[in-house]
């Protein structure tokens, strides 16, 4: 069981949008950065959002992020079928002493 | 380029021990913060540990407190996880991460640690 709560997949048609959501608490998401994370298949996992809402360079604005009180949620618009991914959500957990980085569970993205 | 090259997994027995290997180049090592984490088949991504940037503070998965401990060599850019008395449960792909800002900016990819008699 993932400290933080992610839909496991989510389906949309090629150029529609989707969101997913990210929901926790006030240990971890209600008062931390929350960041995203794009696993496409077979290869290790690449920061898509930083600080809630920031883009490294090189990510495109068709992907959003927002936080409020103890949720986050990724957008992504203009779907394309290289967007099919697993999402993740993480986020620093400050509920113990000495601190632990916490993931969601991941929601597979099937675009149709 | 930043890069990131984990070493190190492979077969061992229930019981036994590992240590994970992580080369970083390409940036500061010695002023980041490092991370592992792990990934069993088919399922999601496990927060394992993390080091501070002088290696004075870790902390631990709840999981593996005990048995696994994490280490750097700033002189040598590379991090390290001891894994000792591995469980079943420990077969995973192991991922080291450089953390900044408050997320896991830059990834490996990935070493298979397979625990099975």
């Known amino acids: 069981q993932s400290v933080l709560t992610q839909p496991p997949s989510v389906s949309a048609a090629p150029g529609q949008k989707v969101t997913i959501s990210c929901s926790g608490s006030s240990s971890n998401i209600g008062n931390n950065y929350v960041s995203w994370y794009q696993q496409l298949p077979g290869t290790a996992p690449k920061l898509l959002i930083y600080?809630?809402?920031k883009r490294p360079s090189g990510i495109p604005d068709r992907f959003s992020g927002s936080k409020s009180g103890t949720s986050a949620t990724l957008g992504i618009t203009g779907l394309q079928t290289g967007d099919e991914a697993d999402y993740y959500c993480?986020?620093?957990?400050?509920?113990?002493?000495?601190?632990?980085?916490?993931f969601g569970g991941g929601t597979k993205l099937t675009v149709l | 380029e930043v890069q990131l090259v984990e070493s190190g997994g492979g077969l061992v027995q229930p019981g036994g021990s590992l240590r994970l290997s992580c080369a970083a180049s390409?940036?500061?090592?010695?002023?980041?913060?490092m991370h592992w984490v792990r990934q069993a088949p088919g399922k999601g991504l496990v927060w394992v540990s993390r080091i501070n940037s002088d290696g004075s503070s870790t902390s631990y998965a709840d999981s593996v407190k005990g048995r696994f401990t994490i280490s750097r060599d700033n002189a040598k850019n590379t991090l390290y996880l001891q894994m000792n008395s591995l469980r079943a449960e420990d077969t995973a792909v192991y991922y080291c991460?450089?953390?900044?800002?408050?997320?896991?900016?830059?990834w490996g990819q990935g070493t298979l640690v397979t625990v099975s008699s």
């Open positions: 993480g986020t620093w957990d400050s509920s113990l002493s000495a601190g632990r980085w916490v």
């Open positions: 991460a450089r953390a900044s800002s408050g997320s896991l900016v830059s």
């Open positions: 390409g940036f500061t090592f010695s002023s980041y913060w």
């Open positions: 600080d809630n809402n």
